[in-house]
């Protein structure tokens, strides 16, 4: 009669079953992914009228560093201006240097702008992150003390699969001192 192989499998537990198909559900979508959205989109319509936004700067931006400082660019335009072409062939970059530093004056304040708008938004994002995280670990807590009551008996599934996502990272113990060469402890 042939052998049968039969192999088990670990069986979980029936808090761990529930927890697992209990995942928590998105919200459809909230006023700020409509608002992040929406200044996404503005962004966007933005850098599609900043002339050179999209353009191929990954060689140049590596190479890129200020040789001359903006008044020293401010002087050479008036120049420019003032007294013309200084050559025939210079017209290109002479062009060039005063759409560039145009370009500068107007772009640098909005730049401004924009990285305090950046560096407040991180700013709120790491706290709202920080509060939400307080606010489950409440929740959390309250679904434990309630779950200890057997007329909530269906807060344990939940408790359960909250305490497995909470896992905290254990910290590394510093790891004991290797001998010195040789082999030899000194006492």
Not at 163 to 179: E, T
Request: glycine share 6%; aromatic share 6%; proline share 8%.
């Amino acid at each position: 009669m042939p052998q049968e192989n039969v192999f088990s499998q670990p069986q979980e537990t029936p808090a761990a079953q529930a927890a697992d198909t209990q995942e928590p559900k998105p919200p459809t979508v909230t006023i700020f992914q409509e608002q992040a959205a929406k200044a996404s989109k503005v962004l966007d319509d933005l850098t599609a009228e900043i002339p050179g936004y999209h353009d191929d700067l990954s060689i140049e931006g590596l190479l890129a560093r200020r040789v001359a400082p903006p008044e020293f660019v401010d002087r050479a335009v008036s120049v420019i201006e003032n007294v013309g072409p200084l050559s025939p062939d210079d017209v290109n970059y002479v062009t060039d240097t005063r759409t560039d530093q145009q370009f500068n004056e107007a772009f640098k304040p909005f730049l401004k702008q924009v990285l305090g708008f950046a560096d407040r938004l991180g700013l709120m994002t790491r706290v709202k992150d920080a509060r939400a995280g307080r606010g489950a670990l409440r929740i959390y807590h309250m679904a434990k003390r309630l779950a200890k009551n057997p007329n909530n008996a269906q807060l344990l599934v939940h408790v359960e699969g909250l305490r497995l996502s909470i896992r905290r990272r254990k910290s590394k113990r510093a790891a004991p001192a290797s001998p010195k060469k040789g082999g030899a402890i000194a006492a």
